[in-house]
């Protein structure tokens, strides 16, 4: 996967908070399955939209404090933020089509001139 950010405490504000682009979270475990079938569609979401999507990723067993101001419940929990604010989420391993959808992706990343 192509310049995917690991989230802490420590860079979350700059990465996702304070970022330019839309950043698409992806709150997960090493032991979790779900979160191994989803990482490949993250992958790809993640080459699809390189510079105009960041990706990043927060290992809630490392940073329980950053998935709980989430509001994580379930993981895999996928969380797009624009200007800060989270404007949509996901729990679960999808296809990447349905992700695209639930979390507002499914629009064309080139527009017409």
């Not at 990465?15 to 979160?35: F, I, N, Q, S, T």
């Not at 569609?41 to 939209?49: F, N």
């Not at 089509?97 to 979390?103: C, F, G, M, S, W």
Request: include cysteine.
């Amino acid at each position: 996967m192509s310049d995917v950010i690991r989230l802490t405490e420590t860079n979350f504000e700059q990465e996702v908070l304070r970022a330019d682009l839309p950043v698409l979270v992806d709150y997960w475990a090493p032991w979790c399955g779900p979160c191994r079938v989803v990482e490949p569609v993250i992958e790809r979401i993640a080459d699809e939209r390189a510079g105009a999507l960041k990706v990043a990723k927060v290992n809630v067993d490392e940073q329980p404090r950053l998935a709980d101001l989430a509001g994580v419940r379930g993981i895999p929990f996928l969380v797009l933020y624009h200007n800060g604010e989270p404007t949509a989420h996901v729990v679960g391993a999808h296809p990447k089509n349905t992700i695209e959808r639930a979390l507002g992706l499914d629009a064309p990343t080139e527009q017409a001139a």
